[in-house]
C-alpha cells in the first residue's frame, strides 16, 4: 500500500513536472482559434500587416508575450502542413497561440506594398513558412526558418515544442 501511494505521488510529479517543462500550466484549455484575430491564423494579402503589427504590439504589451510573425501563404505547403499540425495536436496548438501573439503575413505572388515594406525590414527570408520573434515594441529577437522542425511533409512535435519553449520569453 505504501509503495502504491509513493508511485502514485512519483507519478503526479512527473506529469506535473512535463506540464511545466512545455508551458503547459500556462495554457489550460483548449484554445479556438476561431477566435483569434484574421491576422493570427491567416495569410491575408489584402491586409494591412502594419496596422496588424502595431494591434500584435498593444496585445503582446498587455499579456507579456513575444510576437510571433510568421511569413507565408496559403500556396505554400509547409504553411497548410503547420495549421493541420497545430490542428491535430491540441497541446501544441494552445501553446503556440497561447504563448505567443501569433501574426500571419502575406509573402508570395501578390505581396502588397505595405506586405513588402514589412518583410523588408527584416532579415531574408529561408523559406516559407518562416518565423521572426520579436518583442512587444516590434524588436527582432530571433529569425528562424522551419527546415529544422520539419519531419518528412510534415513536422516534428518535440522539436516544435522545443522552438516554442526556447523562443516564447527570450528578450533583449
Do not use: R
Not at 40 to 48: F, R
Not at 61 to 72: F, V
Not at 126 to 135: A, K, Q, R, S
Amino acid at each position: 500500500m505504501k509503495n502504491t501511494i509513493i508511485g502514485m505521488v512519483i507519478g503526479i510529479v512527473i506529469i506535473v513536472g512535463g506540464y511545466f517543462a512545455y508551458g503547459f500550466i500556462k495554457n489550460i484549455g483548449n484554445i479556438n482559434t476561431s477566435s483569434l484575430p484574421k491576422y493570427s491564423v491567416e495569410y491575408d494579402k489584402d491586409a494591412n500587416p502594419h496596422k496588424d503589427l502595431k494591434t500584435a504590439m498593444d496585445k503582446a504589451k498587455k499579456s507579456g508575450k513575444n510576437i510571433l510573425l510568421i511569413a507565408g501563404g496559403s500556396w505554400c505547403h509547409w504553411c497548410g502542413a503547420m495549421d493541420s499540425f497545430l490542428k491535430e495536436h491540441n497541446d501544441l496548438q494552445n501553446s503556440f497561440y497561447g504563448d505567443f501573439e501569433v501574426l500571419k503575413v502575406y509573402y508570395g505572388n501578390g505581396i502588397n506594398k505595405d506586405g513588402q515594406s514589412l518583410l523588408k525590414q527584416l532579415p531574408v527570408l529561408e523559406g516559407t513558412p518562416h518565423f521572426y520573434v520579436l518583442n512587444s515594441d516590434a524588436k527582432l529577437l530571433k529569425s528562424f526558418g522551419t527546415v529544422s522542425i520539419e519531419q518528412g511533409n510534415s513536422y516534428n512535435k518535440k522539436k516544435f515544442f522545443e522552438f516554442i519553449k526556447q523562443h516564447k520569453d527570450i528578450k533583449k
